[in-house]
């Protein structure tokens, strides 16, 4: 079955640090993909990348980047530089190909960057 | 281009009431899915719709219904309220069903308070 834990419950860091957000998943299906969404105070969430099961190359956007590790079933999300508009929770999810028809979220990560 | 927009942005509804949350998708998007967020389940799928059919259900009972039109515009009702039901309820939608491995985009959610 469709699983994704993200074991970090709250982080909270100062500004100008880097912080990384964990994901790991769980899934039976060799098609796959994997998002990161955001979600600032006002509710709606915001998609940040998409990756499929099949490019493990690390991307880097801006002060994001991600690094994706078939081998230990991570998906994790660097901040570098964080800034107070960073903070929100951010969200890991997996949508299977075969085996499952909709999206499965993690719990979640509360990132909280102090001035 | 407009994003998902959801109305009602907020609501307040009395125990055993019902209510009718309205999303548009993205201009194109054929698949619409409704999610509900709460602070203890996180966020959880309730359903898919892809060209006026429903094409998968999350684990809800039976008083949690949708539907989409021809122009992709799609409804959710929830019949006989309860306090539980108290919730941020999150429309998503993609170009083709999330099976495929397609983004989905959120709106900014309906804001539900049962009282």
């Known amino acids: 079955a469709q699983k994704v834990t993200q074991a970090q419950t709250e982080i909270s860091v100062v500004e100008k640090e880097d912080v990384t957000l964990d994901c790991v998943y769980e899934t039976r299906d060799t098609t796959y993909y994997l998002f990161w969404y955001k979600q600032p105070p006002s509710g709606e969430l915001v998609f940040l990348i998409r990756?499929?099961?099949?490019?493990?190359q690390n991307e880097i956007s801006g002060r994001y980047s991600w690094n994706f590790q078939k081998s230990t079933s991570s998906f994790n999300f660097t901040i570098t530089a964080s800034q107070v508009v960073d903070s929100a929770v951010y969200f890991c999810a997996l949508s299977e190909s075969n085996y499952g028809q909709n999206f499965v979220f993690g719990p979640g990560t509360r990132l909280s960057v102090l001035p | 281009k407009a994003g998902v927009t959801q109305t009602p942005r907020y609501l307040i509804k009395t125990r055993g009431q019902q209510v009718t949350l309205s999303c548009s998708p993205i201009s194109g998007h054929r698949s619409v899915s409704w999610y509900q967020q709460t602070p203890g389940q996180g966020l959880q799928f309730l359903f898919e719709y892809f060209s006026e059919t429903q094409r998968n259900k999350g684990n809800f009972p039976g008083r949690f219904s949708g539907r989409q039109f021809s122009n992709s515009r799609s409804e959710m009702n929830v019949s006989t309220l309860e306090l539980g039901d108290s919730a941020l309820y999150l429309c998503?939608?993609?170009?083709?069903?999330?099976?495929?491995?397609?983004?989905?985009?959120f709106g900014e959610g309906s804001w539900l308070t049962v009282v």
């Open positions: 990756r499929n099961s099949f490019d493990e």
């Open positions: 998503a939608s993609s170009m083709r069903p999330t099976s495929s491995g397609n983004t989905i985009y």
